[in-house]
């Protein structure tokens, strides 16, 4: 496929996922004899696109919509062909996280690998949704951090579990809520690593649960995912270090902001001044 990804997560320690988006791509063929990783394209090309496509044990011709999604297992084979341009997204989902999912969700896989089946054309708003944030993130140079996208990621893996796995989750299995020690630990963590790159999985060890029950566990005990609450806790810590009259550059970057931009973002979206207002207030 000559044509290059407008946005990718190439550039991004994503090693659970490849996100790449396209945009007009020139008419071709794109095939794939055995796919490594699950694999999720999704349509997005404003008009409707014909296309011709293969996969084990199916051929046909049809015609792509935006929002239609193809989803393919790891080990299949893949081919389309279209003779207009065509734009999609396209998710490349890890092997390794898709079954360390299942285990942590305790799915009855046994030594088996999990699959997701053959889907062409397929509708689904939430895979869409995550996609299209995925994507808005890396546009804005991953401005989340990390945990945000490991977040997102970890979502979609989970959803597409329980929507498309070759077996059926087992909702008593999964913790009610985070006992209060569990979350202490994970607050205590996050408190004391606000400085530097904090991984989900870096909460969920500290919190003693798995990291694909972490996020919806966190959000109950706190009222926001863990991305929103390390931002919020970064943010006040910032006020204290302003009035202790630390320069504003030295803030953000103390406090592990990707840049001042994205300091001065968060601070006022939070507090609906700028960090220098509202050094200003207090004078």
């Not at 140079?141 to 959803?159: C, E, F, P, Q």
Request: charged share 25%; with cysteine; glycine share 8%.
């Amino acid at each position: 496929m000559p044509d290059s990804p407008v946005v990718t997560s190439d550039d991004f320690e994503w090693s659970e996922l490849k996100f790449s988006g396209w945009e007009g791509v020139s008419p071709q063929e794109a095939f794939e004899p055995e796919l490594t990783g699950h694999l999720i394209v999704i349509h997005t090309t404003p008009q409707p696109v014909r296309v011709f496509e293969r996969a084990d044990g199916y051929h046909a011709e049809g015609v792509a919509m935006p929002g239609n999604i193809n989803m393919f297992s790891a080990g299949d084979m893949s081919f389309c062909r279209w003779e207009k341009e065509l734009s999609f997204l396209r998710l490349d989902l890890s092997t390794l996280l898709a079954d360390k999912v299942a285990a942590e969700l305790e799915l009855p896989i046994g030594s088996g690998a999990v699959e997701f089946g053959r889907h062409i054309r397929l509708h689904d708003d939430r895979v869409v949704q995550i996609a299209q944030w995925l994507c808005e993130d890396l546009k804005h140079g991953g401005l989340g951090g990390k945990i945000y996208a490991d977040s997102l990621i970890r979502m979609l893996t989970v959803h597409m579990l329980h929507r498309y796995g070759t077996v059926s989750a087992r909702q008593a299995a999964l913790p009610k809520a985070l006992a209060k020690k569990q979350l202490d630990g994970a607050l205590q963590y996050v408190h004391a690593y606000l400085e530097h790159e904090i991984s989900l999985d870096d909460i969920a060890a500290a919190a003693h649960v798995s990291s694909s029950h972490l996020v919806r566990l966190f959000k109950e005990a706190t009222g926001l995912p863990p991305h929103r609450y390390i931002i919020q806790e970064r943010v006040r810590k910032a006020q204290r270090l302003l009035l202790s009259g630390l320069p504003v550059h030295e803030v953000a970057a103390s406090l592990g902001f990707s840049d001042q931009s994205h300091f001065h973002r968060h601070f006022k979206r939070m507090l609906g001044v700028t960090p220098r207002e509202f050094v200003v207030q207090f004078r």
